[in-house]
């Protein structure tokens, strides 16, 4: 990516690893502070470590006493993800029966490190859609087959095919999802359409809003696993902005603030 708006931010996606610390300086044992041991220790220490040997012993077996009543008490089950908004169920810690596309699935791999909050706060600040809207609307388009979209297998598969996603979701979870998503598609186009239409902005100001927009949407792709030729990118780029010059031309003839002669193709003010 060239452009700065897609640009800022982007690399946390893709890249969100965090190294540890070291343990500071005041945790760790001074060179002096070792033990010193006198005569008077000497003397008495032989009296009493057969005593030490014992209660270390005794204190031995009563922690694995504790951590044993522990491990019962717990039935053996180890702490599940944290349920958010929508969750089916929490994640299954092992399933065999995972279906061979699930399994195979990897459009998300360069975000496997990524965290939800993230990625969510990238796509606010340039976009109307959520990181759920956008994880879930993919895998809704790549798992649909002729009968419709598989909602049961998203749902029930969502941490594996989405790294930053923690928690299963229900059938109907995953359809709200979907459909807010073209819900806000729709909006955002109407939006962006209107403007282009009303002449609020000039033929520049339209290239510039075009050029960001298709940044975005191509930085999108590519995180997703697409591969993008760039003499793919400038016919696209060059594609959009010829029909975005006819849009605002159609629209200024529905307006009737410009005229265009037929014989010479000049544009006279009404």
Known sequence: MTDDT????GEELVDAGESGDAAPDDERPAAGDEAVTT???RDGGADTEAEAETDTDTEAEAETDTDTQADADAGGETAGSVPGPDVGADVPGVDADVPD????????QKMERAEYDRVNEFLRDRTYVTAREWAIARLCADF???????MTKIGENLPRLVPFMTDTYTPQAVNQARAAFEEK???AGATFLYGAMSGFFT?????????ESTEVAKF??????ADLAVEEELAAEDKISSVMRDVREASAEVRGEEVKCPECG????S
Do not use: I, N, P, S
Not at 266 to 269: K, P
């Open 6 to 9: 897609a640009a800022d931010g």
């Open 39 to 41: 005569d008077d220790d």
């Open 101 to 108: 596309d699930v399994a195979k699935y990897d459009r998300f």
């Open 144 to 150: 649909r087959t002729e009968t419709g979209v598989e």
């Open 185 to 187: 598609v729709r909006k």
């Open 203 to 211: 033929a520049e100001d339209l290239d510039d809003v075009m050029y």
């Open 220 to 225: 999108l792709l590519e995180v997703e696993g």
């Open 266 to 269: 000049h544009v006279h003010e």
